[in-house]
T-cell receptor, first 110, second 114 residues
Framework: GQNIDQPTEMTATEGAIVQINCTYQ??????LFWYQQHAGEAPTFLSY????GLEEKGRFSSFLSRSKGYSYLLLKELQMKDSASYLC???????????FGQGTTLQVKP | DGGITQSPKYLFRKEGQNVTLSCEQN?????MYWYRQDPGQGLRLIYY???????QKGDIAEGYSVSREKKESFPLTVTSAQKNPTAFYLC?????????????FGPGTRLLVL
């Protein structure tokens, strides 16, 4: 079967660091995406990992371990505007489709 | 500006009524997708199209229909056979094919049943 797991909710403090984990089991793997989605809006692209290791982009970094079926999104220097849902999605190499986790709702508090 | 547009932003459906959600893109993308998002759940694929005049069912196609007569347009019809249509509907596009790239999403249409 195909399964992507993320925590449902997380809370963090402004200025802090938070790590959002994602584990996956899919039929084939051809890359993993992280998206940010504010309430009632479209998801926007944050990062793409296809090889093991860490990809850094400003305050956001994403890590992938294909052998462990594991990824995380790291958000540094949290700002209030980072309060949103964060979606983990995997491309199945067997089907070519993008499979989404249920999303993690992050609340940043002052 | 290049992008994806969806209309309307909100749509109300009466019992037994078919409604059509619009999706247009001017990114020259070959592939287009329709997703449904329910509270606390991830995006679920309804239909997708890799090229004009061709489309495939996704994971939850029952009660929905699509057409792809033009590259720019991929409308979704929610038929009366869809018994629980209340959801947030997202359209997306990308180059498709061998390109492993992100999908670009439209702003979404929220469908409510009266």
């Amino acid at each position: 079967g195909q399964n992507i797991d993320q925590p449902t909710e997380m809370t963090a403090t402004e200025g802090a660091i938070v790590q959002i984990n994602c584990t996956y089991q899919t039929s084939g793997f051809n890359g993993l995406f992280w998206y940010q989605q504010h309430a009632g809006e479209a998801p926007t692209f944050l990062s793409y990992n296809v090889l093991d290791g860490l990809e850094e982009k400003g305050r956001f970094s994403s890590f992938l371990s294909r052998s462990k079926g594991y990824s995380y999104l790291l958000l540094k220097e949290l700002q209030m505007k980072d309060s949103a849902s964060y979606l983990c999605a995997v491309i199945s190499s067997n089907t070519g489709k993008l499979i989404f986790g249920q999303g993690t709702t992050l609340q940043v508090k002052p | 500006d290049g992008g994806i547009t969806q209309s309307p932003k909100y749509l109300f459906r009466k019992e037994g009524q078919n409604v059509t959600l619009s999706c247009e893109q001017n990114l020259n993308h070959d592939a287009m997708y329709w997703y449904r998002q329910d509270p606390g759940q991830g995006l679920r694929l309804i239909y997708y199209s890799q090229i004009v005049n061709d489309f495939q069912k996704g994971d939850i196609a029952e009660g929905y229909s699509v057409s792809r007569e033009k590259k720019e347009s991929f409308p979704l019809t929610v038929t009366s056979a869809q018994k629980n249509p209340t959801a947030f509907y997202l359209c997306a596009s990308n180059r498709g094919g061998a390109y492993q790239e992100t999908q670009y999403f439209g702003p979404g249409t929220r469908l409510l049943v009266l």
